[in-house]
């Protein structure tokens, strides 16, 4: 998949599962169970023991999925996380040599921001979206407010995006979400409870197409 084509499946999708983990145990299944709930487009954190075996495994057994790698700190993690099939890297903080290679290879990325002035680097150092972390601590007025002299910058925010509050950050103006443990519970994860994974996911899923039947 090129990458236009992926950048319009996340901005279509609008909710990006992201999963941490103690250990790779059960990540396929809970993939699996997001996408019964509707979402295909998952971040795989570097924090996760064996992310890279599990994104090999991971791309290879589900290829329709989306799957990205994140948690990404240095350009060599992404290229190794490129060459095991990731379609897209995400950083915590603003990285501008991984932001290089991946427009090297022609792979999205969202580079970690907060501020104003680090919005404004991560888009003229190159990244397809800032992505807004952590994005509890202001909500969906923040997104807003920073689009406001950044129309032309795509955001995601990431942190304390939940069924009840996504529609709001769509609303406002974000490019897509993120949302971890708000939709991959640690204890639905460890328990191998994936029916609950997947209610989540379809309450996510209701929740982005109340905001587009608006529209």
């Not at 427009?103 to 999205?108: E, F, G, I, L, T």
Request: aromatic share 8%.
């Amino acid at each position: 998949m090129k990458k236009d084509a992926i950048l319009t499946k996340l901005k279509t999708e609008k909710v990006i599962a992201l999963i941490r983990a103690d250990n790779p145990d059960g990540l396929l299944d809970c993939a699996k169970a997001l996408a019964e709930g509707g979402l295909t487009s998952i971040e795989l954190t570097m924090t996760t023991p064996g992310a890279i075996r599990m994104l090999e495994k991971a791309t290879a057994e589900l290829p329709d999925f989306l799957f990205g790698l994140g948690t990404v700190l240095d350009s060599e993690t992404a290229r190794i996380g490129i060459l095991a099939g990731a379609k897209f890297i995400v950083t915590p903080a603003l990285r501008p040599d991984v932001i290089t290679l991946c427009q090297r290879y022609s792979v999205p990325v969202f580079s970690g921001a907060f501020t104003p002035t680090e919005i404004l680097a991560a888009w003229e150092a190159g990244a397809d979206a800032a992505k807004i972390f952590p994005a509890e601590f202001f909500g969906p007025g923040y997104i807003k407010s920073v689009k406001a002299p950044f129309p032309h910058i795509e955001m995601v925010p990431t942190g304390g995006v939940n069924a009840e509050n996504v529609g709001e950050f769509i609303k406002a103006g974000a490019f897509a979400t993120a949302a971890g443990s708000s939709l991959v519970e640690a204890k639905s994860l460890k328990e191998k409870n994936w029916a609950a994974i997947t209610a989540k996911a379809k309450a996510f899923v209701a929740a982005v197409a109340a905001v587009a039947a608006v529209k």
